[in-house]
């Protein structure tokens, strides 16, 4: 979707792959093609969200913000007619479970929705009067140029949106490039997006990221790089634009989410949240539970019974009844998983629960591993994946030493009873984390809450009533008593 028009393709194109098979020897799925832009058809792009916002003096920004809201609330209507061929595609396309793809998109419907009531009561905030030292000021915000969006595959709709929905009804104007994976997802919603903005406000862009983004970036028109996904991409498109130092960003990055478990957690609980933080979406989630700090009075019990009960956990296809896990969507991601195994394994870790590593193809069952140890590669690397490390601990400040020194710092989850202990750790947590989970795992949602990282997990924050904020700038009109 180029400057208002869905362009005629005629160049090259890449065919696009299921990791989901129904052949004997686990052949792809062939789902679709998508067109390969060049660096050409990139610039037209930026070309045209650069003229949209006028360096602030286009239609896009200084519309009213009654029409604004009528632009998003008519592409809502229009995209929820496509619920099923979006849930169907997220399903083939990246392995999501058929209610986690069907909640991704509710999710996504809902999120815009309340970005737009946020949106009409900051706007009825800005009619409010202050008043200081003589000085009258109505305080407001105001976009802040072009945004380049990109989108990771485990939520190819949703947190592509939670990027592009909150820029665009600021009045920035945007390109954005689909994820990987999740890319043919996109499609059924370009006309909604096409008969919803003016032409220019949004441009979608196929292609490979380093022949479309890089340019886009080498550029130096975009003012905002809006990424959830990698750190090395958020760095290698920082690094090529060419005002690096102005440019403003809102990064979703990586995390390893630790949790705590103390000696007299409720262990029942521990052991079923923990369950849903670490295989919910294969652990393809970046507030996954990614290391269980275990507490060696405990340790024994806990590994038998959450053991069991991951072995217990239904594996499939996506659509199949009470199916848990699913193959995964990279093909290359079965040897990477492999070799942080044989890491754990050289380095003193054993598979605890039987089926644990077991893999056909993509399908990759969840492997418990203990004892692990921080300075495992996959304690250390943000992994993405099935394997589910077990660290013993006998004093709380191992954990939170680990915590204190490693480079993420998104989340936590605390499992324990003892309000006493539970209070000064909590104190210390949250300095360590943006966001401490008592007695249940990690999670982004509700959406209406901060979602933010320290150090390389995040830079800004996101969430209904954050994003806002984060895609925009506080301006305000003064006048005085005289
Ligand atoms: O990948 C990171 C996502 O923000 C996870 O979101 O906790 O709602 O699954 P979630």
């Known amino acids: 979707l180029l400057n208002g028009e869905l362009v005629k393709w005629t160049g090259a194109t890449s065919d696009i792959y299921s990791t989901i098979s129904s052949t004997e020897d686990y052949k792809p799925t062939h789902l679709g093609s998508i067109p390969v832009l060049t660096q050409k058809e990139a610039l037209m792009a930026l070309d045209a969200a650069s ?38 595609l997220l399903m083939w396309e990246i392995g999501k479970n058929l209610i986690d793809s069907e909640k991704e998109f509710d999710r996504t419907v809902e999120y815009i929705y309340n970005t737009i009531e946020d949106y009409k009561q900051m706007d009825r905030d800005s009619a409010k009067f202050h008043k200081h030292d003589g000085v009258h000021a109505h ?69 490979r990221g380093r022949t479309v983004a890089t340019p886009i970036m080498k550029d130096g028109r975009v003012d905002v790089l809006a990424l959830i996904g990698h750190s090395r991409s958020a760095n290698a498109l920082q690094d090529v634009h060419p005002k690096s130092n102005r440019l403003r960003m ?67 296809n996506p659509w199949d009844a009470g199916v848990k896990l699913t193959p995964l969507p990279e093909p290359d991601k079965p040897a990477y998983i492999k070799e942080l195994i044989d890491d754990a394994i050289e380095n003193g870790a054993q598979i605890i629960n039987k089926k644990g590593g077991q893999t056909t193809y993509n399908y990759i069952f969840p ?90 997990s995040a830079v800004a924050t996101l969430s209904v009533h954050d994003a806002l904020r984060s895609f925009s700038i506080r301006t305000f009109v003064a006048s005085k008593d005289n």
Request: net charge neutral.
């Open 139 to 207: 305080i407001r915000r105001g976009p802040l140029g072009v945004v380049l969006c990109l989108g990771p595959y485990n939520y190819p709709l949703n947190e592509t949106f939670a990027l592009l929905i909150p820029a665009l009804i600021m009045g920035n104007t945007a390109i954005f490039k689909p994820a990987k994976y999740g890319v043919l997802l996109i499609s059924p919603l370009l006309e909604a997006f096409q008969n919803s903005f003016p032409k220019g406000v949004v441009n979608i862009l196929y292609g």
């Open 367 to 456: 492997a418990i591993m203990y004892p692990a140890k921080n300075d495992m590669r996959v304690c250390e690397e943000e992994q993405f994946g099935p394997i589910i490390p077990i660290i013993p601990f006998t004093d709380i400040n191992e954990p939170l030493d680990d915590m204190a020194s490693s480079n993420y710092g998104q989340q936590v989850s605390l499992f324990g009873k003892d309000t006493k202990t539970l209070a000064p750790l909590i104190d210390t947590l949250v300095n360590l984390v943006c966001r401490v989970n008592l007695n249940s795992s990690c999670q982004r949602g509700p959406d209406v809450y901060p979602f933010t990282g320290r150090k390389d």
């Open 250 to 316: 809102v990064l979703g990055l990586e995390a390893n989410n630790p949790a705590i478990i103390l000696p007299d957690a409720d262990l029942e609980l521990a052991i079923n949240e923990c369950i849903t933080g670490t295989t919910s979406f294969n652990g393809q989630r970046c507030t996954a539970l990614k290391v269980l700090y275990v507490h060696k009075d405990i340790a024994d019990e806990f590994n038998s019974r959450f053991s069991e009960k991951i072995d217990a956990l239904k594996f499939g």
């Open 51 to 88: 003229e949209a916002f006028g360096k602030g003096k286009g239609l896009w920004p200084t519309m009213k913000v009654a029409d604004r809201i009528n632009c998003m609330e008519n592409f809502v209507k229009q995209m929820k007619t496509k619920r099923e061929e979006v849930v169907k």
